[in-house]
Nanobody, 127 residues
Framework: QVQLVESGGGSVQAGGSLRLSCAASGLTFGTSAMGWFRQAPGKEREFVATIGWSGVSTYYADSVKGRFTISRDNAKLVAALQMNSLKPEDTAVYYC????????????????????WGQGIQVTVSS
């Protein structure tokens, strides 16, 4: 059974930082692209960042580019999202997701391309 468990969320003031982690089990982590999505109240779930198998290929939403960094540790089966210079508009439930991909450089940005999802974790940024 595949499990993705997020941790590291919480409340922070604008300009602060948080680091989200996603611990994976039950899947072939080393051949899965990993992604982070978020959903604010009353809005649709949106793409935040993705990373390919090897960690070399990454892609970010324009809204977080330059502030967020996605990474992964294949030995520990963990993906992370370092969030700096947080803004109130970053407030949302953040979800970790995994997508089976054929190539190490493949990344995924669409919700429907992901096979597994975590339960989500709240991030609140106050002004």
């Amino acid at each position: 059974q595949v499990q993705l468990v997020e941790s590291g969320g919480g409340s922070v003031q604008a300009g602060g930082s948080l680091r989200l982690s996603c611990a994976a089990s039950g899947l072939t982590f080393g051949t899965s692209a990993m992604g982070w999505f978020r959903q604010a109240p009353g809005k649709e779930r949106e793409f935040v960042a993705t990373i390919g198998w090897s960690g070399v290929s990454t892609y970010y939403a324009d809204s977080v580019k330059g502030r967020f960094t996605i990474s992964r540790d294949n030995a520990k089966l963990v993906a992370a999202l370092q969030m700096n210079s947080l803004k109130p508009e970053d407030t949302a439930v953040y979800y970790c997701a995994a997508a089976k991909t054929p190539f190490s450089g493949s990344v995924r940005i669409l919700l429907r391309e992901y096979d597994y999802w975590g339960q989500g974790i709240q991030v609140t940024v106050s002004s």
